[in-house]
């Protein structure tokens, strides 16, 4: 199918808002935008971080799996105590497969589920003592444990426990840090805040622990912020940045550890991948130490080798030949991938719909296989997320803010992408309706996709799922009509 | 009053950023911008206006600051 002209997409957005009451249309109308590089600020033409609409059925999460899920649950050798009902931890304990080395259990924690499991009893009576327990009990039970963070769901927040309290004197009696987590899921619009929350509790309670310690530093001491290490892409990443001379003490909090977080004070320049979740943290930082930051971008080979001359910049020449050195060492590598996908992905159309930093990041990536992205959006961006993206989307493509179910669906059925990218729910949606999709959360239990590594895999994956000749087995014998429709990916 | 952050941004702008409303903007004029009087109104690229107490001296940048909202859309 051809690309929409810009009138096109109008009256597209305009019938899919049509089922909506005359009140619930006018707020969805406001977060769903034609892409139009002309645009400065896209608060001009999209809103985002507003609460969603009541009756839809949005994909975001809660403050807590901002927190929980997303910023500490991969810190992998302290403990994270769900504190609440047992349910919001069971379904947030790795279930972003960070990965991470270590023996689960013994000195890493991340994919076990510990928590309060509040009854009734706990919400009259208050859980207070409860935590207090737990936390003399992990003590017994997993000595080799760096520290605790204590998590609260919704409950904490309603009933008012003092966790800060409980923390402080835990910490005393333990002789580790225990950090109390405000991030209730009833707070903000969606997980943003808890990432915001959860940044706050790391300045507050982790950051400044070994300030006027010793450190034994190079000039060339850089950390990963931002990166959750989802199918190992935080390695994917610190190989060549290392092959290129620099010094990788700290990965956040993707494969992360307590002491590498207290520790990033003391680096040169903090590499910032997920903008979203860890900007907060990135400024404290600048402020407090001096240390710069800066967003960077490790999908597809074009965007790589952009973003190394930008990171070498920061360093002496020392540096940017080693930039220079990596970019050529894997151009033959990105070349050969390029020539045995490309021909199979040209001009196919991707649709995406993910969360924080995705929705841009990956554009380039796909470009770089001949695909093109024709319409994107965010579960959870600010204004500044849509400012960065409008000059990376191509002209009449399609914006949309926090997009209901319904409108994600109508959306895909009018513009018929080859390739649908965003969640696990959305997932099975799409294959029914016949379309090939990808998971872009979980990498859909492959990955690395970051860095050199990462392209190769990203690449065979994309032409694994949309040249796969299931797509052509849509419509049972019996049915067709004609001659059977050739299977074109058989190959 | 609120707590914001001023910063510089890569292109030599100043860029401001109000944590509590995780408010990111850029800075289109600020009203003092001598070697002995800084801040004053500063006028944002959303067309908000926020008023920080003139400092004696330019500050180091990034440097957070107490900000009261003059005038500010949404
Ligand atoms: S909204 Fe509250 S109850 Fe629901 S998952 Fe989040 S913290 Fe748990």
Redesign the interface.
């Known amino acids: 199918m051809s690309t929409l002209t810009r009138e096109e997409t109008e009256s597209l957005i305009q019938e899919v808002l049509e089922v909506y009451p005359e009140k619930a249309k006018k707020d969805r109308a406001k977060h769903l935008a034609v892409n139009d590089q002309a645009v400065e600020q896209s608060k001009k033409c999209i809103t985002s971080n507003r609460k969603s609409q009541p009756g839809v059925m949005t994909i975001r999460g809660c403050a807590y799996a901002g927190s929980r899920g997303v910023v500490w649950g991969p810190v992998k050798d302290m403990i994270h105590i769900s504190h609440g009902p047992v349910g919001c931890g069971q379904y947030s304990r790795g279930g972003r497969r960070n990965y991470y080395v270590g023996a689960t259990g013994v000195n890493t924690f991340a994919e076990i589920n510990f928590t309060s499991d509040f009854q009734e009893k706990d919400i009259v009576f208050g859980g207070d003592k409860k935590l207090a327990k737990i936390i003399t009990e992990i003590e017994q039970l997993f000595p080799l444990n760096k520290g605790i963070s204590v998590q609260s769901e919704c409950p904490i927040g309603l009933i008012g426990d003092d966790i800060e309290a409980v923390s402080k004197k835990a910490a005393k009696e333990i002789n580790k840090v225990v950090v109390p987590v405000r991030c209730e899921g009833f707070r903000g619009v969606s997980q943003s805040l808890g990432h915001h929350i959860a940044n706050d509790a790391i300045r507050d309670w982790v950051l400044s622990n070994r300030d006027g310690k010793e450190f034994e530093s190079t000039p060339y001491d850089v950390t990963i912020i931002g990166d959750y290490n989802i199918g190992g892409d935080a390695w994917a990443s610190r190989i060549f940045l290392e092959e290129m001379g620099l010094r990788v003490i700290a990965q956040w909090s993707g494969d992360g550890t307590l002491a590498e977080m207290e520790n990033t004070p003391k680096a040169k320049l903090n590499l910032l991948h997920c903008y979203r979740s860890m900007n907060y943290i990135s400024r404290h930082m600048e402020e407090k130490y001096g240390i710069p930051w800066m967003e960077y971008n490790f999908f597809g080979p074009t965007k790589i080798e952009e973003s190394l001359r930008r990171i070498a910049a920061f360093f002496d020449d020392n540096i940017k030949e080693g930039a220079e050195r990596v970019i050529a060492k894997y151009k033959p590598m990105m070349e050969a991938v390029i020539a045995k996908y490309k021909p199979r992905l040209q001009g196919k159309r991707v649709m995406l719909y993910v969360g924080g930093l995705r929705p841009r990041h990956v554009i380039g990536a796909y470009e770089d296989l001949g695909m093109e992205v024709v319409g994107t959006g965010y579960e959870f961006a600010h204004n500044d997320d849509y400012d960065r993206t409008i000059k990376e989307m191509g002209n009449a493509t399609l914006l949309y803010d926090d997009v209901t179910g319904f409108e994600l669906e109508e959306f895909v059925k009018r513009i018929k992408p080859d390739l649908v990218g965003s969640g696990i729910k959305e997932k099975y949606i799409f294959q029914k309706m016949g379309i090939p999709f990808r998971q872009m959360h979980s990498w859909d239990y492959s990955g690395p996709y970051h860095g050199y590594d990462g392209f190769a895999i990203f690449a065979r994956d994309m032409d694994m799922t949309l040249n796969n000749p299931c797509w052509g087995k849509q419509v049972p014998p019996w049915k067709k009509s004609a001659a059977p429709e050739e299977v074109k990916a058989a190959a | 009053m609120a707590n914001i ?1 001023i ?1 510089k941004t ?1 292109s030599g702008g100043l860029s401001f ?1 109000l ?1 509590k409303r ?4 850029n800075i289109v004029s600020i009203e003092f911008d001598q070697a002995d009087k800084w801040g004053g109104e500063l006028k944002l ?2 067309g908000g206006t926020y008023y920080v107490d003139p400092l004696d001296a330019p500050p180091k940048l ?3 600051l107490r900000a009261k909202r003059v005038d500010a859309p949404e």
């Open positions: 952050m910063r890569a950023y944590p995780d408010l990111e903007d690229a959303n990034p440097v957070s």
